[in-house]
Structure formats: C-alpha cells, structure tokens
C-alpha cells in the first residue's frame, strides 16, 4: 500500500489498508487490529505505541513499509511512565519467558507493557479487538508464562501477580483466591 492511511477511516477499513502484506508471523495479525485502533483513537498506547522512536520505526519498516502509519498517538494519549515503578520488572518478567534477541518480541513486551498503564482491561487497554487475540498473543510469545494463568486469571492480574511472587510479596487479602472476596475481581469475566 503506498498511500498514507487515512485516520478518519473506521477501525476495520484501516485493518483492511495495513493488511495487505501477507507475512507468516502471527504478531503481524495482533499488531495490525492494535494499530488499526491505535489510529481510531481506541486503547491507551501512546506515541510511537509505547515503543522507543528506533523500535518503532523497525516495526513500521518490517510489517507495514509505505503504509504511512502516524508517530503520534492519534487518540493525544500521554502515558506516564514515570509513576509506573514496576516497569523494569514488568519488561524483565516477559523477557524472562520469551525468546531472547528477537526483536519482534521486543516490541511486543514493549506494547504489552505501555498497555498496563491503562485502566482497562489488557486487551482493551492494548487496542486488541478481543481478549482470546491477547491470550493468543500472549500464548505464542510467552508459553510458559501464559500457561500458568491455568485459572484464566485476568491477564493483567495476573502478570501483576507474577510480579509480586517474585519478591516474595504476597498482598491479596486472602491465604488463597478461592476463599478471597475479591475473587470476581480477579478471575471474572473479562469482555
Ligand atoms: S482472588 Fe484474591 S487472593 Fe486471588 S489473586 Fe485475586 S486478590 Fe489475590
């Protein structure tokens, strides 16, 4: 595709506009509905979708070269990374569970991690079109991590979860989520 996109377009007709370069990575499928949202104002990912500018650019060069994807968030969404304390350890946490030196990984963990300043859910705070495309995302890069949410946990729980386990922080106020009132919190529908 060689003309800009056009952001007054609706989500599906920018979807349709980035897809029409075929690729055999199942990320190109998940990042196109985040970013055909991204463009519709819909999710929190903010300038240069939570990447670094050079990541960024890498993305767009590989998946989407000539689609004139915008830098800006077009939704004006400013995140504040500095009141996000446990970004390292989030970012460390994924690494930890994905393939090492693959930069579409990378950008993955990148998004993912931008997306857990939101307030929403995960998929929702990510632009994704529906939580089963973020635990198939999270699923294909992170298996080992994704298959310990074997309550199916809401993901962004549960990767806070991870996080505190680590540091031997157990802060839930029950000996265990099934005695806990704050139960449907935690494990409740997530539509
Ligand atoms: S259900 Fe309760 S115990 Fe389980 S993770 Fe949630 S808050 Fe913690």
Known sequence: MSAALQLHDDREQ???RLTSKPTASPNYEWLTCMIASWCVGQGVLPDYLGLESG???ELKEHFFPGCGLPEQAPSGSKLDFNRMLEKDDLVNLL?????PDNPETDWIISIIVAGCLGSDHLW???GLWSRSQLSAMLQYNF?????KND???KW??????QLCEAEGLYLCRAPSCNVCIDYPKCYGPEE
């Not at 690494?95 to 393939?99: M, R």
């Open 143 to 147: 298996p080992e991590l994704a298959a």
């Open 151 to 153: 309550k199916d946990m």
């Open 14 to 16: 920018i979807y349709s």
């Open 156 to 161: 962004k729980k549960f990767l806070y979860k």
């Open 124 to 126: 929702q705070d990510l």
């Open 55 to 57: 990541q960024f650019n």
């Open 95 to 99: 690494k930890q569970f994905s393939e």
